[in-house]
């Protein structure tokens, strides 16, 4: 999968950058609006992650653009505006998904799958890891094709952990993910682990074989 | 005590004062130019008197004041008399008033055509003093009354006029609100005096407004300009942590620091949404049920309130609306019930009643906590490290946007409560 990164920032560039790359994605980046319209004017991508403040022009305008050209590369907003007015302007103008920063990277990662599996319908859009299938439209849970129930917020961090598998979660980046701004108090990191224990039991008494488990007290890893 | 009361108040004594002056000073000219008058009448008769003497003999025989004003006495010749005017007042009985009237009197001497003496005496009578008096001071007080009346007349119409536009002036400062937005505008102003006060209020005014709003921006802006170091900083520490080489002790340290700068990424979120409160960044409104929202909302705070196990329970007693943002409706009722809930011990309860026009969150605690600083930034009640000191803070605020008022009160319990208009 080829992605395309237009942010200003060096820093955070690379970061996002190793991230992707050690997910085995292709990467290329852009710094400011000219190289990033350089950029998706010769390419084709699955996604792209574009900042709004850039040098010479502003990401939004490239979001347009994407959309004139009737391109189907699904687009995420990365911004330091958490404005809600320049979230509804960026999906009006077709973007995909707005992120804003800072975010986890594993949050960025679950981000793009969503947004590349939604765009690209090519009817299988079933997440499988081990013996464990989840049909993001349906909601819908199956351990060696057999359905299970889950409630609301088992099947969230479920499927938090099926777009980011083999991958250390941390506590808060999952607590912001699914119950967002309901938790961000001190116990709540152990009430991440109490929700974690239950689906556990659940995915166990299914018989999975992947397991989530708990690495140094700082995160979950589903293996 | 009103401009127009202030100013007459002092008018009415100065005016008695100056009247009571006037008029004393007015009596006694009056009364100087009276006597002047008559005795000059006098001294004419005299003439008309010595010269009929010489004429007609027989009037030197008036003894007494009869229809004649005057009478002669004869005087034995020899020694050597005055024969200067002199002038007196006296009384004397008048039956038409059957009392004492006041009379002038002239006396002199003169020689008859013989030579003989003779000491005459001539009455005049005057006008009463004391009626003089009473006339005038009646003419004065009513003159002291129509002034009185008129100047207060007159000071209610003009000082209407002239303050007019300093009432005005002072309404409009009265509806002004730092950062509401609307500019200070002073009314215009025929009085220079006024029109100078418009114009420095206007000037400092604008001046306070352009501090304030780049205060507000300053905020604003060094949050946001926070955000992108803070994505680095924890983004970098991820990647770290996703590298598996790393033994679990600096594994859990590195972890504190990604936790530490968490909590740097909620205040700063916190602080940037007071400060887009406060600069009205919240601008489309839509007509909120309360009703649902709450539902709504304690529906996603149910995993934390078992977990917690905490007993929550909503009392519909009528249905509630009101028309705001819907993101600052949920952050309103976000930051109430997350602060009950964490504030209550397991085996506790929070209870949630909506009126028609009132919300209120109790939950169970045992001490009152500091009512009047419990709504303040950073005021922290517990030693909470993980809190942020802002969630009251922002309830308030959005409170005071759309003119709600957030209270707190202890009765067994802790009530929060949100009173819409």
Known sequence: MKILIIEDETNLRDTITQSLEKEKYIVETAHDYISGMDKIGGYDYDCILVDIMLPNGSGLSLVKELKDMKRRDAVIIISAKDAVDDKVKGLDLGADDYLAKPFHLAELHARIKSAVRRKSHNGNNAIEWSNIKILPEQREVFINENSITLNRKEYDVLYYFMINPNRLINKTALAESVWGDYTDQADNLDFVYSQIKNLRKKLKDNGADADIQSVYGIGYKMT | ?421
């Open chain 2, 1 to 421: 005590m009103k401009l127009r009361t202030y100013t007459l108040r002092y008018l009415i004594v100065a005016l008695l004062a100056v009247i009571a002056l006037w008029a004393s000073l007015f009596y006694m000219v009056i009364l100087d130019e009276v006597y002047d008058n008559i005795d000059d009448g006098l001294k004419n008769s005299k003439i008309l008197i010595t010269r009929e003497a010489y004429a007609n003999e027989s009037i030197l025989e008036t003894r007494e004041f009869g229809i004649n004003q005057f009478k002669v006495e004869p005087l034995p010749k020899g020694p050597l008399y005055d024969f200067s005017d002199k002038f007196m007042s006296g009384f004397e009985y008048m039956e038409y008033d059957d009392d004492n009237e006041p009379f002038r009197y002239l006396e002199t001497v003169f020689n008859d055509a013989h030579g003989n003496p003779y000491k005459l005496t001539i009455r005049a009578s005057i006008v009463e003093e004391d009626e003089l008096l009473e006339d005038l001071m009646t003419a004065l007080i009513a003159l002291y009354f129509m002034l009185v009346i008129s100047i207060a007349l007159l000071n209610h119409i003009i000082l209407r006029k002239v303050w007019k536009s300093f009432y005005i002036l002072l309404y409009r400062l009265k509806n002004f609100k730092l950062g509401s937005g609307v500019k200070f505008k002073a009314p215009d102003s025929p009085v220079t005096e006024f029109k100078n006060l418009g114009k420095e209020l206007e000037q400092v005014l604008q001046r306070n407004e352009t501090v304030f709003t780049s205060q507000k921006q300053f905020i604003e802006n060094a949050s946001h300009e926070l955000q992108t170091p803070l994505a680095i900083s924890l983004n970098k520490l991820e990647l770290i942590l996703e590298n598996n080489n790393l033994n679990e002790e600096q594994a859990t340290e590195i972890s504190k620091i990604s936790d530490t700068l968490n909590r740097l990424v909620r205040l700063n979120k916190s602080l940037l949404m007071l400060s887009r409160i406060e600069n009205k960044q919240f601008e489309e409104e839509e007509d909120i049920n309360y009703n649902t929202l709450v539902s709504e909302i304690t529906e996603e705070f149910k995993d934390f309130a078992d977990y917690k196990e905490v007993n929550l329970t909503t009392i519909n007693a009528a249905q509630l609306h009101f028309t705001m943002n819907k993101g600052l409706a949920t952050t309103l009722l976000n930051n109430l019930l997350k602060n009950a809930i964490t504030h209550t011990k397991a085996g506790g309860s929070v209870e949630i009643i909506i009126d028609k026009n009132r919300l209120t969150f109790l939950n169970n605690g045992d001490t009152p906590l500091d009512k009047d600083r419990i709504f303040d930034r950073f005021f922290r009640s517990t030693l909470n490290e993980q809190s942020t000191g802002l969630g009251l803070a922002i309830v308030q605020s959005i409170a005071s946007v759309y003119n709600l008022t957030a209270e707190y009160e202890f009765n067994q319990k802790h009530i929060f409560r949100i009173i819409f208009p």
